[in-house]
């Protein structure tokens, strides 16, 4: 009886130890986010280790504030990632934990941004990775809603910060005209918008918002804000993108 109940015992440990086929491989060497960025030092880099990185999901397609992509936060930094999928915010929710199995996934610049991806079928320099191929590369442990952004000035964002979850405080968005919209309406459509932040030493932050946000027709606020989102960069400048409408 003994001898048979420690081999029900050895079978049922192989058996939760095995690791599924579609999951993320278990013998892997996880890196930052930072050092993962580091290894592309030109246009693009295929990942052909068994690396693997974790973070936290911090945006997604959940407000309609960005388009095809997630981003996912750790100590080192912030990375984007590119997603095809009707409804991204249901396969990341915000603040679940996640593993990404690197192998066989590309790192490409986009303008001075790194975002990751499947390796290009077109011209574009990244694929996205499609629902198909998503469980094979991604894995979600848990949920870590202790997550803190990084309380920043506007004059000490750097190219490390593309893609970090930052916080700026007692900021005002400045108004081109009373009652005025996150987005400008042109023929009754949103129009994806900068809008500007003004701190009170009078130095300004450019601000995007996507003209999918789902509140592109609501009137900004006119107070003293603290807003919360990531960094991001185009055209020889930087500029936040709010997440999950984080304003305080």
């Known amino acids: 009886m003994i001898f048979l109940l420690l081999t029900i015992f050895s079978m049922l440990c192989a058996v939760a130890c095995e690791p599924s086929s579609n999951n993320a491989p278990s013998r892997s060497e996880e890196v930052s986010i930072a050092h993962l960025k580091s290894l592309c030092k030109g246009d693009h880099y295929r990942i052909v280790s068994d690396y693997a990185v974790r973070g936290i999901v911090v945006a997604t397609d959940w407000l309609g504030e960005l388009h095809n992509s997630a981003i996912i936060i750790d100590e080192s930094g912030g990375l984007e990632i590119a997603i095809e999928s009707q409804n991204i915010s249901r396969l990341l929710p915000i603040f679940s934990e996640v593993k990404i199995a690197c192998n066989g996934l590309m790192l490409a610049r986009i303008g001075s941004k790194i975002e990751l991806g499947l390796p290009p079928t077109g011209d574009f320099p990244i694929d996205n990775i499609d629902d198909e191929k998503f469980g094979r590369y991604v894995r979600i442990e848990g949920v870590n809603s202790d997550v803190v952004a990084l309380t920043k000035r506007f004059s000490e964002i750097g190219a490390d ?19 005025m919209l996150w987005c400008n309406i042109v023929d009754d459509a949103p129009q994806t918008t900068f809008r500007t932040l003004v701190d009170s030493e009078g130095n300004t932050f450019d601000l995007r918002i996507l003209s999918t946000c789902y509140y ?28 999950n409408k984080s304003i305080i």
Do not use: H, M
Request: hydrophobic letters at 40%; glycine letters at 2%.
């Open 161 to 179: 910060d593309i893609s970090r979850l930052v916080r700026f405080d007692n900021v005002r968005i400045v108004l081109d005209e009373p009652k």
């Open 216 to 243: 592109a027709r609501e009137e900004v606020p006119t107070n003293e804000i603290s807003v919360i989102g990531v960094i991001d960069y185009s055209d020889n400048r930087y500029f936040l993108r709010i997440i």
